[in-house]
T-cell receptor
């Protein structure tokens, strides 16, 4: 069971470049989300999706785009990278219904923008 | 507005002793879930324990227990008999409706 798979694990970008962080899950979870983790700020929600074709903004959506064309995949696009987007990015997924619906996390992507 | 507050950036505990990590939350919803995750130095997020807002008993999972005080809106994590492997970042999280929000985390260091 692969769970939640994120690629790449590490990435260095130049300011202004664009890139896509990939996230795939094989647990048939309806809900998928992206967080960024910065020191002293915990994990902040960027975007989330409750099913294919449905996305919504979280706390810090500016500079990021998402789409959800399939249940399995939820890519995060950086349109024009800025040094402020240097962070560790986590993708997470879970079942939507049910009270005890823990989120499963990918291994994270460490992104540096220079 | 910050919905999850963890007021202890760092905590130290002696091996084999118990430690409490604080978490307070803010919500006007009646139905919500509270979670604790552990993040060791390797970086992965590990689910520890869950408490539903309608659960009358405090959740327990092995050495982890959640001290849920609904009126105070607090959901403190208690780790009993600390082990060296418990040294990590600990995050409190709350799920309202669809999304899940996290606190800033507490770094726990277990001393031998």
């Amino acid at each position: 069971n692969a769970g939640v798979t994120q690629t790449p694990k590490f990435q260095v970008l130049k300011t202004g470049q664009s890139m896509t962080l990939q996230c795939a899950q094989d647990m048939n979870h309806e809900y998928m989300s992206w967080y960024r983790q910065d020191p002293g700020m915990g994990l902040r929600l960027i975007h989330y999706s409750v099913g294919a074709g449905i996305t919504d903004q979280g706390e810090v959506p500016n500079g990021y785009n998402v789409s959800r064309s399939t249940t399995e995949d939820f890519p995060l696009r950086l349109l024009s990278a800025a040094p402020s987007q240097t962070s560790v990015y986590f993708c997470a997924s879970r079942f939507l219904k049910g009270s005890n619906t823990e989120a499963f996390f990918g291994q994270g992507t460490r992104l540096t923008v220079v | 507005a910050q919905k999850i507050t963890q007021t202890q950036p760092g905590m130290f505990v002696q091996e084999k002793e118990a430690v409490t990590l604080d978490c307070t939350y803010d919500t006007s919803d009646q139905s919500y879930g509270l979670f604790w995750y552990k993040q060791p130095s390797s970086g992965e997020m590990i689910f520890l324990i869950y408490q539903g807002s309608y659960d009358e008993q405090n959740a327990t999972e092995g050495r982890y227990s959640l001290n849920f005080q609904k009126a105070r809106k607090s959901a403190n994590l208690v780790i009993s008999a600390s082990q060296l492997g418990d040294s990590a970042m600990y995050f409190c999280a709350m799920r309202e409706r669809d999304d899940m929000r996290f606190g800033a985390g507490t770094r726990l260091t277990v001393k031998p």
